[in-house]
Structure formats: structure tokens, C-alpha cells
């Protein structure tokens, strides 16, 4: 293959020029010549455009740009389809989030009650997406960010088997920050890292053989000198002998997330809802500098990434080493890389268990470090989790599991349970109040009748 051609959809969206960034700056052989777009909004697809040209100013090689509304003729053609679209926009997002909150519970986008809202609205359109991919390019490779991503991927997975593979960049850029912090090159550094898509932990850090992490974990200066040492507290981090992901925050710290959230003057969806409206708007002016005007968008969306949990935590604002995550970008960008021209690499991945995690079934998505080749991403054997990892990994997982039989049988009843059956859903009562809240916010969720 001498080049690729790379589909994404939810091409109108705000963080396609990251991809189009790391694309740029890509020469070797086998790399991306042809990129294309898919929204369903067209005015979102122009800004975004005009983004990219701006950033391919001056860069001869510069992949080709088309867009489109038309998603088979989209996906025809593919090599890799790269998928981050956003059912329901940022008005769905924000709902999730109020109908949560109204009921006392979290609304965030992939955990809780906001994340279950958001997989149902989802569920029914990525798999519609899977089966276009099956018929239209089935050699291509599909790379799913859209969230939630775990349980996104698996229901893709059911249809495309191992050529679907899940990105996210919250594990990279945790395994990233603490390589740093212990003076270790994190591009030599092994992360032991297992869970779920947002809901993992770092358990060790080996560089040359030897595991760092313990270091860390005995020094409570060097624990809170970075994000999630502060966010978690030291003496948390060594009752736990890890370090999780940022989103266990949610879980470890749920009353006080709530509250915070609740005394929010509004929620991240909302301010996101709002923020890109105006980025929108601004570039529906011809003289709007594009690129510009996306850089100073990006940045304030960076720096308030997760303010209502630091604000629990009395963690401060977000400190500039901490702005760095794993870039989805060049997550997304190795992993194409290590299967196009065979260049083997290590990723953390969201992919089938097959026989990794013994408490799980085969078939169940989960996010662990992968050898990446022509082939795919296969998983790395790892040590069995802790009791109390085990309880929540398999109490989320079942939650995915009935989400995606609510998905496809359109049974009210099973979108109950699977509220009801979340750790940070307190009662069967509440559940029903809030598949009723969401039914209500969300046209499409009309399907659960049954």
C-alpha cells in the first residue's frame, strides 16, 4: 500500500484538525493522501474545512480534503474509517446531564446515569454504521472514539469483529504524566494499565525490567505534584496502590462531584454546548480567521477539562504539564501506522478480551496495553485485578450488557435495569424517574416502547 485513505466521520467536528495536525506531519510511506469528511451537518463541515486548509498552508503534500453529508459514499473506498460522531450534539450532552442532575445522580457523558443515556441514543446508530462499513469497504480498519467507547466499540465489534478498535487518550496521557514524573522516557516505559474505558489503572511503570511505580507511591510530594495525585489525594493513591484513571474520580468521589456539579453556575455540556456555538457562528464569517479562531477555542476548552471535579478536590487549576494528554491524535495515527505498514507497536487499546481478564467473557471490550500489527491489536496477558477493581469492572460491564440488549430489543424495561444496576444509581425508583426524563429529552429514544 503506497497510500490510505482515511474517513471520518463526525467530520464536522471540534477536534477533527488534531487528526488533520498529526496527519501533517506524517511523510513516510503508506501515510494518509486522502481524507474524508462526514457530517451530517453541513455548516459544521465548512468551518471544519476551513480549518484544515488553513493548517495546510504552504504544506505541499498535504493530505487531500473532501467532505460530505452522504455516508456510503463516505465510507466506499475506505482504508481506515475513523469514527467520532456525537449522537443528539451538544444539546443531547447537555440533557444528559440536567435530567442526572435533577435526580441526584451523576449526568457525565460516559460514566453513570449520563453515560447510559448517551450509549442508548448512540448504540442504534454506530451499529447502522458498522453494517454500512461490512457492506461498503469491508477490508477497512474502523477506529472508534466515539464515546461511551468501550461499550460503543463492543456493539460495533458484534459486526465487525477485531477490525474495530477503540482509541482514547485519558490512559495514554496518565501513563505519560507519571513516566515523566519518574524521570522515565514514556516512549521506553512499559504502563501497566487494565479496565475499562474509562475506568482503569495504572498498577505499574517499567522501565528496563524494574517497576518504578512503587517510588512514586512513597514519595507524597511526588504524588501530589501532578494531576491525579492531586485530584486523588496521596494518602488515597497509596491506600489504592495505583493510580486510575481520572474518570474514577466520579466513583471514589461521587457526593462531592455531585454537589459540585449541582452548585455549577452550568455543566460542562452545557458550557461546551455554548462555547462551540459561538466557534460555529464565528466561522460562518468568510473573513474569521479559521485556524486562529480554533486555537483560542481549544485552549479554554483544555483548561477547563474537568473543573467541577478539581473543584471537589480542591485540586486548583490545571497545572501546564497537565494540559498534555495522550493526543487521541497520535493514538489514533500510531495505531494506523502499526497496521498499514506493519510497524509494530504498543498501545493501550479498547479491544476484545478474548482470554485477557478471566473475571470477563471473550467478547467483552476492555482497555488494556496491545501488540499492534498488520494484524490488529492483540491484548497483553495481565495480572488479575484486585477484588474491589474486579466488583466495579464487572458491575459496569454488566450495565454495558444491558444497555446494548435495550439498544437492540427496544425494551423499556432493560434501559430500567440498566440504570438501576449502575454503582452511582441508588435506587430502581430513581432509574425509572430518569428513563423517563431521558424519553422525554431525547427524541431518540423513542424506540424503547417494548
Known sequence: MTSTRLTILGGGGFRVPLVYSALLGDHAEGR???????????????????????????????????????????????????????????????????????????????????????????????????????????????????NPAGLVTEAMSRHLGDRVIGICDSPVGLGRRVARLLGADPDRAWIDYVGLNHLGWVRGLKVDGRDELPRLLADPALLGSFEEGRLFGADWLRSLGAIPNEYLHYYYFNRETVRAYQQAEQTRGAFLRDQQARFYADLADPAAPALATWDATRAEREATYMAENREAAGAGERDEDDLESGGYEKVALALMRAIARDERTTLILN??????????????????????????????????????????????????????????????????????????VDSVTVARRLVDGYTEAHPGLAYLTR
Open 32 to 146: 494518509v493522501t486522502h481524507v474524508t469528511l462526514h457530517d451530517v451537518d453541513r455548516a459544521r463541515l465548512d468551518a471544519v474545512v476551513r480549518v484544515l486548509a488553513d493548517q495546510a498552508a504552504g504544506i505541499a503534500d498535504a493530505p487531500v480534503v473532501t467532505a460530505t453529508t452522504d455516508l456510503d459514499e463516505a465510507l466506499t473506498g475506505a482504508d481506515f474509517v475513523f469514527s467520532a460522531i456525537r449522537v443528539g450534539g451538544l444539546d443531547g450532552r447537555a440533557a444528559d446531564e440536567r435530567v442526572a442532575l435533577t435526580e441526584g445522580v451523576l449526568g457525565q457523558e460516559t460514566v453513570g446515569a449520563g453515560g447510559i443515556a448517551y450509549g442508548l441514543r448512540t448504540v442504534p446508530v454506530a451499529v447502522d454504521i458498522a453494517r454500512r462499513v461490512k457492506r461498503l469497504a469491508p477490508d477497512a480498519w474502523v477506529i472508534n472514539f466515539t
Open 351 to 424: 479491544v476484545r478480551n478474548r482470554h485477557t481478564l478471566g473475571v470477563l467473557d471473550a467478547d467483552a471490550v476492555i482497555e488494556v496495553p496491545c501488540l499492534v500489527d498488520a494484524g490488529g491489536a492483540h491484548p497483553v496477558s495481565v495480572d488479575p485485578l484486585p477484588l474491589h477493581a474486579t466488583g466495579l469492572v464487572t458491575a459496569v460491564k454488566a450495565v454495558e450488557r444491558e444497555v446494548l440488549d435495550a439498544a437492540g430489543s427496544g425494551s423499556r424495561a432493560t434501559a430500567v435495569k440498566a440504570f438501576a444496576l449502575h454503582p452511582l
